[in-house]
């Protein structure tokens, strides 16, 4: 098969990279209101003026806008957020804050009616300020019940009309970053790696539990799970580079088993045994995470190429998995690797292991979009680059559709420019859509469509056939 009308295209935005109104309408503080360099930098002790993501694209204001850019696009599905701190500003709340359950029901309302499916994140990357401050994030259990009790909110008030749900995003980069994943306040370099599997630990119960909850609450409702994924090459047939991308894969294998198998891998006794792990895991914790995901969800921005002896080779940049310079594929401008074919290697990867269905949950192109104005003075970009990067990554997802993978759905990131995650900057823009607004803070906040807007909006329009066009 190919792709049909019941294929999700689509795009995602994340709340705290777009939403702005940080402190509007009774919403709490995250940690991202203090992160003005993203994960780059120091935090600061109160909001800063400087911190893009406090005003975002000000999705919060100009929402109906943006979903009618959307609709014109012929649009799918939106991937979208719900902050945690817009419905518990500190997180320990007894009830809701009811103008945050508002401004979501508003949204999930507008799409709806729009024709298109709403696919909540339940967290992503903003732990409220509270429990970062006062029990160091996911470091605490405490946040487990805290964490259900949001997303029980979420699912009495929205499951009537949302029906896909992902619990964490991109939950293996809690290993990588403690802060920007789990809301740890205490710096990384005092986290040991045996900390961080325990932190993971309670966010994978979390996880189960809140996937149990969903289920009790509407058997219909669709509950995945949402990891940093990659390709992973070895850099020659030595074997020692083929075994250490083995291992690399199981590193990122650990978590989608523990959501998918409803316990932990073979393979841990490995990774606990390298990094001195002793798991605190009750018995009340294996029966929750019992309780499995109903699809699979990912980014997929690079392939990883590695390497057992990484010093005799020049590394590359990439999305938060950086690895060895591929001299096979293409690069960006950001020196990340191009390689759409490493997306039919995961969507390959995933559901063999698995057999469960797929969503791509991110994949798209960091690019500074360099702005022009026609005859008439309108501004026009012409992201032929974007278009290329889509059309071939989407090439990929058919080929692995026409294999037999069952994979339901991709969501282009940042659909609608936004404030990146890792450097909390504007420029690197990955939208169809622009957003006049600059790294120091300028811009009239107008949208524009780019040249990629008309054209994907042809390949949902024609079930992926523009794609060979």
Same mark, same amino acid.
Request: proline share 4%.
């Given at each position: 098969?190919?792709?049909?009308?019941?294929?999700?295209?689509?795009?995602?935005?994340?709340?705290?990279?777009?939403?702005? &109104?940080?402190?509007?309408?009774?919403?709490?503080?995250?940690?991202?209101?203090?992160?003005?360099?993203?994960?780059?930098?120091?935090?600061?002790?109160?909001?800063?003026?400087?911190?893009?993501?406090?005003?975002?694209?000000?999705?919060?204001?100009?929402?109906?806008?943006?979903? =009618?850019?959307?609709?014109?696009?012929?649009?799918?599905?939106?991937?979208?957020?719900?902050?945690?701190?817009?419905?518990?500003?500190?997180?320990?709340?007894?009830?809701?804050?009811?103008?945050?359950?508002?401004?979501?029901n508003q949204v999930i309302n507008e799409l709806v009616a729009n024709g298109i499916t709403p696919m909540v994140t339940l967290s992503h990357y903003e732990t409220p300020l509270n429990l970062a401050q006062k029990y160091d994030g996911w470091r605490s259990r405490k946040l487990i019940d805290l964490f259900a009790k949001f997303a029980k909110t979420c699912f009495e008030n929205f499951g009537d009309r949302v029906k896909y749900w992902l619990t964490f995003n991109e939950i293996n980069v809690t290993l990588l970053s403690p802060l920007l994943s789990a809301g740890v306040l205490t710096d990384k370099s005092q986290i040991s790696m045996a900390?961080?599997? =325990?932190?993971?630990?309670?966010?994978?119960? &979390?996880?189960?539990?809140?996937?149990? @909850?969903?289920?009790?609450?509407?058997?219909?409702?669709?509950?995945?799970?949402?990891?940093?994924?990659?390709?992973?090459?070895?850099?020659?047939?030595?074997?020692?580079?083929?075994?250490?991308?083995?291992?690399?894969?199981?590193?990122?294998?650990?978590?989608?088993?523990?959501?998918?198998?409803?316990?932990?891998?073979?393979?841990?006794?490995?990774?606990? &045994?390298?990094?001195?792990?002793?798991?605190?895991?009750?018995?009340?914790?294996?029966?929750?995470?019992?309780?499995?995901?109903?699809?699979?969800?990912?980014?997929?921005?690079?392939?990883?190429?590695?390497?057992?002896?990484?010093?005799?080779?020049?590394?590359?940049?990439?999305?938060?998995?950086?690895?060895?310079?591929?001299?096979?594929?293409?690069?960006?401008?950001?020196?990340?690797?191009?390689?759409?074919?490493?997306?039919?290697?995961?969507?390959?990867?995933?559901?063999?292991?698995?057999?469960?269905?797929?969503?791509?949950?991110?994949?798209?192109?960091?690019?500074?979009?360099?702005?022009?104005?026609?005859?008439?003075?309108?501004?026009?970009?012409?992201?032929?680059?974007?278009?290329?990067?889509?059309?071939?990554?989407?090439?990929?997802?058919?080929?692995?559709?026409?294999?037999?993978?069952?994979?339901?759905?991709?969501?282009?990131?940042?659909?609608?420019?936004?404030?990146?995650?890792?450097?909390?900057?504007?420029?690197?823009?990955?939208?169809?859509?622009?957003?006049?607004? =600059?790294?120091?803070?300028?811009?009239?906040?107008?949208?524009?469509?780019?040249?990629?807007?008309?054209?994907?909006?042809?390949? @949902?329009?024609?079930?992926?056939?523009?794609?060979?066009?």
């Open positions: 098969m190919t792709f049909t009308n019941e294929f999700l295209f689509g795009g995602a935005i994340a709340a705290n990279q777009c939403e702005g &109104a940080y402190n509007e309408d009774g919403k709490g503080l995250s940690i991202q209101d203090l992160m003005p360099n993203g994960v780059r930098g120091p935090l600061t002790e109160k909001p800063e003026p400087h911190n893009l993501k406090l005003v975002g694209n000000d999705f919060y204001h100009r929402y109906k806008e943006d979903i =009618q850019l959307l609709a014109g696009m012929k649009v799918r599905v939106l991937r979208f957020s719900i902050a945690w701190s817009r419905i518990y500003p500190t997180g320990e709340e007894d009830q809701p804050n009811q103008k945050g359950l508002e401004f979501y900390e961080r599997y =325990q932190i993971a630990h309670h966010q994978l119960v &979390a996880s189960a539990k809140v996937t149990k @909850i969903a289920h009790e609450y509407d058997s219909t409702l669709k509950v995945g799970c949402m990891v940093a994924a990659s390709a992973k090459y070895p850099m020659t047939p030595n074997p020692d580079d083929v075994i250490e991308a083995l291992h690399q894969q199981q590193e990122l294998d650990y978590f989608v088993h523990v959501h998918c198998k409803g316990e932990y891998p073979y393979f841990s006794k490995r990774l606990y &045994a390298e990094h001195d792990v002793e798991l605190d895991i009750t018995e009340e914790d294996k029966a929750i995470l019992k309780h499995t995901v109903d699809y699979i969800s990912f980014s997929y921005y690079n392939s990883k190429t590695v390497a057992k002896d990484e010093s005799q080779y020049q590394t590359a940049a990439g999305n938060i998995l950086r690895g060895l310079r591929n001299p096979y594929v293409k690069y960006s401008e950001y020196d990340y690797p191009i390689d759409p074919q490493g997306l039919y290697y995961v969507l390959h990867y995933y559901y063999k292991q698995y057999g469960l269905p797929l969503f791509i949950a991110e994949n798209g192109m960091g690019h500074k979009d360099p702005v022009e104005y026609d005859d008439q003075g309108h501004l026009v970009i012409n992201d032929d680059y974007r278009i290329d990067f889509t059309r071939e990554h989407l090439k990929q997802v058919e080929r692995a559709l026409k294999d037999g993978v069952n994979v339901f759905g991709y969501a282009s990131w940042g659909i609608i420019d936004l404030i990146s995650a890792a450097t909390a900057e504007v420029d690197k823009r990955y939208g169809f859509v622009y957003v006049d607004r =600059q790294s120091d803070g300028s811009g009239t906040l107008n949208r524009y469509k780019k040249k990629s807007y008309d054209w994907y909006k042809k390949v @949902i329009e024609t079930n992926g056939a523009h794609l060979h066009q």
